[in-house]
């Protein structure tokens, strides 16, 4: 038979088929996406990931119903890194964005993720933190969100606009748990609870790192109680959500922003740090899109922030733009789980540090790439707070154990920790031979990816600063000639591993040609003790004079505090005062975390009254007039 008369044949038929499929499966309409989004809290203080001792029914009663993560993660271990990988769907390592509000430049084609629901014809909404570490954040939020205000929510969408809409919930931020006053806490947190609603000082179990007393039992449980008031507040925007009629149309997801905001959690890259509860729940008429089922689904799969932009751009129908590597783990555009991911953790507020994370949801691998800085470092919100000079007055008197008094001393350049099994991570395995296999495999992916991502924060801050100034950090990163990122990373990958032959190295480094390479010798020189760099002294003190500030500061800073220069003093008095606040902040740091800190007493008494100081370096001064006892540590000393 003719192949044109077929076709005519049948071609009623087919028609009729595909109008009876159509008529059989009415299209659905795009979901509704509500966000709830809550501060500082690890997944080890919520009900439903394992606390009975924690007061969160309603946190639980969308774990019971819908789906939760036993291995989400924040990309960053304080709020505005963490928020800028959430909006941008970029990592943080890749756009120069770690360092905790920074405001260096993204390029124009990163746009917050809401811009593209926008285009898939979604009302969103931001009610009402934003804290993104870009330039230009005006203009980016206005691109971003319909409206982003504390009077944001669906409510002022067209009639069946379907809505993004994201609540953020101070309730269990820092401030809430350790920063303000107790008192403070006692009006804003504590007198918000009923009797019955309270956890009191001994009904939970204190983490091991932290001492076990009653004036330490008094302020953690700020913490408990502060998670509790924000269970109470998602109810009730819950009940509006219910009341509106929209509970049925709406996928709801529920999160923290990064880690516990306690010492050793908020800031450090570690679990305690990173880590966070992460709960997905699904009306019955969007179910389907849960690849996992529902109804207390419990899920392991590998999931990081920088996940999330792909996600709910693929269950809004978009298409997903190409700088975008997360994992869309939802929505038809799903990819597999993955075995691995890569976490970072840089500068909070006046407090440097950087790490590099490993993990598989099991072990956690973190390099520390400064670990002459402690794990209790100074940063100013945190020293403000009572619980922090409860830790300090206690080390002082010599009342901590050993796991306790570690988070004073100088951390070694590698942890890996058994998440699984160590849940509270008291035991550093990366010593253990029994672990070398995995120690090795954890070296070289972290070493993979640092170079396939062209990890643009082995940059000090004073040179993305300085490349900001024409460029973002971002493009920079991929010229291989201006940024030979292996090269660089070969000798980064030296700093914080203590002997005489790595240190030989690095003095041999300070004459490398690349100023890089220079400035993370004298880094790694840093964290080595007087014993292995005694022979490099004529190396290091040549260094002073190195003509890029950051090697000259750092190198400075090594012959003060290992061989008491008193040309290096001189140097460092210049520096604290110095014009580029990078290099200020930088000396600073370093005096910090050196024996005889009198001798500045007065240069950062000047230096903090100096006008022109940012927060940062204000906070800095603080915390070092601080620790030698020249102004209290309270909320009104603040900077």
Not at 533 to 550: F, R
Not at 612 to 619: E, G, K, T
Request: glycine letters at 6%.
């Amino acid at each position: 038979m003719n192949k044109k008369l077929i076709g005519i044949l049948f071609l009623p038929a087919l028609l009729l088929s595909e109008t009876q499929a159509s008529e059989k499966q009415p299209e659905i309409p795009q979901p509704n996406i509500l966000w709830i989004t809550i501060e500082d809290t690890s997944p080890q203080f919520i009900g439903c990931y394992g606390n009975k001792d924690a007061r969160t029914p309603v946190i639980d009663q969308l774990a019971n119903e819908g789906v939760q993560f036993t291995n989400a993660f924040s990309t960053g271990t304080v709020c505005s890194p963490s928020r800028t990988a959430i909006i941008t769907g970029v990592k943080t390592y890749r756009a120069g964005t770690g360092n905790h509000r920074s405001k260096y430049p993204v390029p124009e084609f990163i746009k917050g993720f809401p811009y593209y629901l926008q285009q898939e014809g979604y009302y969103t909404t931001n009610n009402q933190k934003t804290d993104y570490n870009v330039a230009g954040e005006k203009e980016f939020i206005q691109e971003a969100w319909n409206e982003s205000s504390g009077k944001a929510g669906w409510w002022n969408r067209k009639p069946g606009q379907p809505f993004f809409a994201v609540f953020n919930y101070n309730e269990s931020h820092q401030s809430r748990t350790m920063t303000e006053t107790y008192e403070w806490y006692l009006e804003n947190v504590l007198n918000e609870l009923s009797a019955e609603e309270r956890i009191g000082d001994n009904d939970f179990e204190m983490p091991p790192f932290y001492r076990d007393s009653p004036e330490m039992r008094k302020q953690f449980a700020r913490v408990y109680n502060s998670i509790a008031l924000t269970d109470i507040r998602i109810g009730e925007l819950l009940d509006r959500l219910e009341k509106d009629n929209l509970r049925d149309s709406t996928i709801i997801f529920f999160y923290a922003d990064h880690g516990e905001g306690m010492p050793r959690g908020k800031t450090n890259g570690i679990n305690y740090g990173y880590r966070v509860p992460f709960i997905v729940w699904f009306p019955d008429m969007y179910k389907h899109l849960s690849p996992w089922g529902t109804g207390g689904s419990v899920i392991s799969e590998l999931v990081d922030f920088t996940d999330l932009a792909p996600t709910l751009i693929s269950l809004a129908g978009g298409e997903l733009p190409s700088h975008l590597e997360g994992r869309p783990f939802m929505g038809n555009k799903r990819k597999e789980p993955v075995s691995h991911l890569f976490l970072s953790s840089d500068r909070s507020d006046n407090g440097i540090d950087m790490v590099r994370t490993v993990t598989d949801g099991r072990y956690m691998y973190s390099r520390n790439f400064m670990p002459f800085i402690n794990e209790a470092r100074y940063i100013r919100y945190m020293e403000i707070g009572e619980i922090k000079q409860q830790m300090r007055n206690d080390l002082e008197e010599k009342k901590l154990n050993t796991l306790q008094q570690s988070l004073f001393e100088e951390r070694p350049a590698e942890f890996l920790f058994d998440i699984e099994n160590d849940v509270w991570e008291t035991r550093n395995l990366a010593a253990d031979p029994d672990y070398s296999a995995l120690l090795k495999k954890m070296r070289a992916l972290l070493k993979e990816e640092v170079v396939r991502s062209r990890d643009v924060m082995f940059l000090p801050e004073y040179e993305l600063g300085e490349i900001s100034k024409s460029t973002s950090p971002f493009l920079f990163r991929l010229n291989e000639k201006e940024y030979p990122v292996e090269e660089i990373f070969e000798t980064a990958s030296l700093a914080g591993f203590r002997n005489i032959e790595i240190a030989a190295e690095q003095a041999r480094l300070l004459d490398s040609p690349d100023k890089i390479k220079r400035y993370w010798a004298a880094l790694g020189l840093r964290s080595q003790p007087l014993e292995y760099i005694k022979t490099d002294s004529a190396a290091i003190m040549k260094a002073m004079n190195d003509d890029y500030l950051p090697v000259a500061v750092t190198a400075a800073a090594i012959a003060y505090d290992k061989f008491n220069d008193k040309e290096a003093e001189k140097m460092l008095k210049g520096f604290c005062k110095s014009d580029n606040l990078h290099i200020s902040l930088m000396a600073i740091n370093y005096l910090l975390y050196t024996e005889n800190r009198q001798a500045f007493a007065e240069t950062v008494r000047k230096v903090h009254q100096m006008k022109d100081r940012d927060y940062n370096v204000r906070a800095a001064c603080m915390d070092f007039l601080g620790s030698i006892g020249l102004v209290p540590n309270t909320p009104e000393y603040r900077e």
